[in-house]
């Protein structure tokens, strides 16, 4: 049994002719009726009452026309899917993120992606930077939003994703408050809340690096796992911390954003993905991701 066969019956089912079918699927009449012949003697039954003045269905006809026509749905809908599938268009995306792009770029780019690929589906995370990184090594997730760097790891491909600078995040009343503009060694001496090493280390070392530059050991009071954890630390007066500037722009704490004068790295976010076994809807998604990027920097 062969589809054009089953797509031919279910044309002459609907005309009930079967000179205008021919014309409709472009083939020859005595072709048509070989077709229908070959499909009647697959079947075993008589699908097709037919005299000089008119074509019936048989009841055995109407009774194959229903479920071929369910069944034919069900494989064009099957071929549908595959072809999605192939060019990137269908599938689960599995990715993690870090909470600072939790709150705005992660859910932009994820509605943008599925307007244009409504078949595919998300498992979205909030996970840290150090838990990321073994977890898309292992392939438990597809695509990582980390905050770099994170050293080598030749089994990932990463870019970067988005460059902001660093500010120092003071309480509302310190006396730098009021400064737009500060240097480091301004705050030598200073109590620091800084970001627990354990969950990003490449993040957590770039930060005393540079304060290792400015000449600063910094007395750190007190870590967190969570960015917006220190902004609630600073407004509680247990320290300064250096922190990219978005993470400050949209708080509601009591605290002030100074721009850092000294010539220091910029914070950097990371977007991940395994080069092993990729599939067709993570490049999409890769494709898709870097160039919003571009865009919007």
């Not at 009449?29 to 499909?39: C, G, N």
């Not at 400015?214 to 407004?235: D, F, H, K, R, Y």
């Not at 990371?270 to 991701?289: L, P, Q, Y």
């Amino acid at each position: 049994m062969e589809l054009r066969q089953i797509r031919s019956f279910l044309s002459i089912a609907e005309t009930l002719h079967f000179g205008r079918t021919a014309e409709l699927i472009h083939l020859s009449q005595p072709a048509l009726s070989l077709q229908i012949r070959a499909l009647e003697e697959e079947v075993g039954v008589r699908l097709f009452e037919r005299n000089r003045r008119k074509t019936t269905l048989t009841a055995a006809g109407v009774a194959f026309r229903d479920d071929a026509a369910a069944a034919l749905s069900q494989l064009d809908e099957a071929i549908r899917m595959a072809r999605l599938a192939a060019s990137g268009k269908l599938g689960i995306l599995r990715i993690g993120f870090i909470s600072t792009v939790g709150s705005e770029i992660v859910p932009t780019i994820v509605r943008q992606f599925r307007e244009l690929n409504p078949e595919v589906e998300f498992s979205l995370r909030a996970i840290t930077t150090a838990d990321q990184v073994p977890m898309l090594e292992t392939g438990s997730l597809d695509i990582g939003f980390l905050r770099l760097p994170i050293g080598g790891h030749p089994t990932l491909d990463v870019a970067t994703a988005h460059r902001e600078p660093f500010v120092l995040v003071v309480p509302a009343s310190h006396n730098l408050a009021k400064r737009k503009r500060v240097r480091l060694r301004e705050v030598a001496g200073h109590e620091f809340v800084m970001y627990e090493r354990t969950y990003a280390p490449g993040f957590h070392d770039l930060i005393l690096g540079l304060l290792r530059e400015a000449g600063i050991v910094p007395n750190v009071s007190q870590t967190a796992a969570e960015i917006s954890t220190l902004i609630s630390l600073v407004a509680a007066r247990m320290g300064v911390a250096i922190l990219p500037a978005s993470a400050v722009k949209h708080s509601v704490a009591s605290v002030i954003a100074c721009d850092i004068v000294d010539k220091i790295p910029v914070s950097e976010i990371g977007i991940a993905f395994s080069k092993r076994d990729r599939t067709a809807v993570v490049d999409n998604f890769r494709s898709f991701a870097l160039l919003w990027f571009a865009k919007h920097s």
